[in-house]
């Protein structure tokens, strides 16, 4: 996903303690309690990446339209490094354009987002202050330019899955938050990480396969090691598979999430198998989808897809919703992906 850097930023909303963030959305309480618009009692808030205004958003489920300029109480945190003192040395202006990849962690009972951009802006951010964990940024002009995907170890440490550059790179992020020393692993259009704890394995999607690594080392001078791999189910005749995103199956342990450029997959790590029984299937499994994630309180199943007529050819303003199905609306949005606010 590369663009000409066209995305101009809307008007700006207010912080994000002028909309109380300071609570922590824990995967346990009870949102929309009422049931509003239709919203299922219980449904968590859903984390964007937004590329037409360039911040990440963190936006109130029981709302099925969205509209932050007219209406905003709809956003429940934001997040840009532009202008921040905070992330000046990662030139934000440059490399903080299309975030595409966002997800919500907990390390050590602190809530961090994830967060990269194609044009080479990655960083963990601590929920709600904003504060620097831990950030680089790769490109432009590097050859592992368009980072798409990071996650966080146990140990502290992130990884970052290149795919114009065919490398994952596992940064020594425990030792500052502008730690540089990194091991590195190829691998072809890398796109989707995922730390698997019970596996103690980092799994990595890209163009053809899915791969697991070991990691070894030290937390101050890591490895990679390639553990296992297997073939992304064929996709279009005569093309890659295109495996793109990579997320834990929130209500299945032991199962992941794996999209392609054709269709969506859930993959039992024990038997190494790609499957599609999972409920819903014919309404969730479809060409080119960039985000895939449930919320197993009540079942719920977020996707996003690109829609035609926008400014780019990969974004959406619909975040679609299944079991049961509906959707949301972003106003004058270029969502690439959406996920549920899960801290886990």
Excluded at 99 to 118: F, I
Excluded at 137 to 161: M, Y
Excluded at 164 to 188: D, F, N, Q
Aim: hydrophobic share 35%; glycine share 12%.
């Amino acid at each position: 996903m590369l663009g000409a850097a066209g995305a101009g930023i809307t008007a700006a909303l207010p912080t994000a303690q002028a909309y109380g963030a300071q609570r922590t959305y824990g995967a346990h309480k009870a949102y929309g309690t009422g049931g509003a618009g239709g919203v299922p009692v219980g449904t968590p808030p859903v984390l964007l990446t937004e590329q037409a205004s360039r911040r990440l958003l963190v936006l109130d489920p029981r709302r099925r339209v969205w509209d932050p300029a007219a209406e905003p109480s709809v956003v429940r945190w934001q997040f840009s490094p532009l202008g921040d003192k905070r992330y000046a040395d990662l030139r934000p202006e440059e490399s903080w354009l299309y975030p595409c990849e966002a997800k919500v962690r907990v390390h050590r009972r602190r809530t961090y987002v994830l967060t990269t951009a194609s044009f080479g802006f990655v960083a963990v951010v601590e929920h709600p202050s904003g504060r620097r964990y831990w950030g680089t940024a790769i490109g432009p002009g590097d050859d592992l330019f368009n980072p798409h995907s990071a996650e966080i170890l146990p140990d502290g440490n992130v990884a970052v899955a290149c795919s114009t550059g065919a490398r994952v790179r596992l940064y020594a992020a425990s030792r500052g938050p502008r730690a540089t020393r990194y091991a590195e692993a190829e691998l072809k259009g890398a796109h989707g990480l995922h730390w698997d704890d019970e596996a103690r394995a980092l799994w990595a999607v890209g163009d053809d396969e899915l791969v697991s690594y070991t990691v070894g080392g030290t937390a101050a001078r890591p490895t990679l090691a390639r553990r296992s791999a297997v073939g992304l189910p064929v996709g279009t005749p005569g093309k890659a598979p295109g495996g793109h995103d990579l997320f834990p199956v929130a209500g299945r342990r032991g199962r992941l999430w794996v999209t392609t450029s054709a269709a969506v997959f859930q993959y039992e790590t024990r038997s190494g198998v790609f499957v599609r029984d999972f409920a819903g299937h014919e309404a969730i499994s479809r060409k080119s989808v960039k985000a895939v994630g449930d919320d197993p309180r009540t079942g719920q199943v977020l996707t996003t897809v690109p829609e035609s007529g926008l400014e780019e050819t990969w974004w959406t303003t619909t975040v679609s919703v299944h079991r049961p199905e509906s959707d949301y609306k972003l106003v004058n949005g270029g969502i690439y992906k959406a996920r549920w606010w899960l801290p886990r």
